[in-house]
């Protein structure tokens, strides 16, 4: 399984970005996928998940302001991040989720709020 995130990039404070994320093989349908975002000089923090079934969770700091889709048929995941604000600058990935092993990781997308 390969996991390609794009869609970063440097965006005012107060606006949207659409990251996508595509995935290989045959298992993206039957997979939950989480994004994940690592701000320099902390740890990974996860962002969301959503289930094989479509229902998502969001973390309290982004909630209201993050959705997560996936259109199956497209082995794609997405997220879509509005009302920026500069604490959010941070690389983006991508995580296809297979207990009980670490899964799948993408190799990131950058992106950068400027107030």
């Known amino acids: 399984v390969q996991l390609q995130a794009s869609g970063g990039g440097l965006v005012q404070a107060g606006g949207s970005l659409r990251l996508s994320c595509a995935a290989s093989g045959s298992i993206f349908s039957s997979s939950n996928m989480g994004w994940y975002r690592q701000a320099a000089g902390k740890q990974r923090e996860l962002v969301g998940v959503?289930?094989?079934?479509?229902?998502?969770t969001y973390v309290d700091s982004v909630k209201g302001r993050c959705t997560i889709s996936r259109v199956n048929a497209k082995n794609t995941l997405h997220l879509q991040i509005d009302n920026l604000k500069p604490e959010d600058t941070a690389v983006y990935y991508c995580r296809m989720l297979r207990p009980p092993g670490p899964g799948y990781w993408g190799q990131g997308t950058l992106v950068t709020v400027s107030s």
């Open positions: 959503i289930t094989s079934g479509g229902s998502t």
